[in-house]
């Protein structure tokens, strides 16, 4: 008997908990931030972006389409000079919302996708490897259809050479800090719902 109640508040409270994105809701954005390498050579800081779009799947649930590009830069570790990997990638990302009904959207998100690499090292040709990522979001929106959109992610490769390194099997990825807007589209229904879930909160 207990079991069951217990999952029963566990439901009940997961569903007050998730934000009350409903289903449908469509936007797309764009962002800007930096790259810091994570590997055998010694991290340094590169400008890299992301182009999104993004679709609301369940009352908690929103799942995006990422195309990125942009730099990975490093340092070698006995001179210390200065070098990067040019980078494009596109992933899906699962993005899971925790705060309910309120203009601060934050949420954790699950991401896979296939990255290009090219090294700046001369004679090296450039490679693909599968990535898999996870990280946080805030949406903090200024407008009913527009937020400002801060994230931190991890992306781990398959590969060890994403610094033009070939002697080490250590794998190798890079941390993203990013700021965007992103723009909703809304229709007149979606409105109507979402102001009787706001005035029900209060």
Do not use: C
């Amino acid at each position: 008997m207990r079991i069951p109640f217990f999952l029963f508040l566990f439901f009940v409270s997961a569903s007050f908990l998730f934000s009350q994105t409903l289903p449908g809701k469509f936007g797309f954005g764009a962002d800007l931030g930096t790259s810091i390498f994570v590997g055998q050579s010694k991290p340094d800081v590169q400008p890299i972006g992301s182009a999104y779009v993004r679709l609301g799947v369940l009352n908690f649930f929103s799942i995006a389409g990422k195309f990125s590009g942009g730099w990975v830069g490093f340092k070698d570790k006995n001179t210390n000079l200065r070098n990067w990997t040019t980078i494009i990638s596109g992933e899906l990302q699962g993005e899971f919302h925790i705060i309910p009904l309120s203009k601060s959207d934050a949420y954790f998100f699950i991401s896979s996708g296939l990255i290009h690499y090219q090294p700046n090292v001369s004679n090296y040709m450039g490679k693909n490897t599968p990535t898999v990522g996870f990280g946080l979001g805030l949406n903090m929106f200024v407008r009913h259809f527009l937020s400002v959109d801060f994230s931190s992610s991890y992306n781990l490769t398959t590969r060890g050479d994403l610094d033009g390194n070939l002697n080490t099997k250590d794998k190798d990825g890079f941390f993203t800090l990013k700021l965007g807007l992103s723009y909703y589209f809304y229709d007149k229904e979606y409105i109507r719902e979402a102001f009787i879930r706001g005035r029900r909160s209060k």
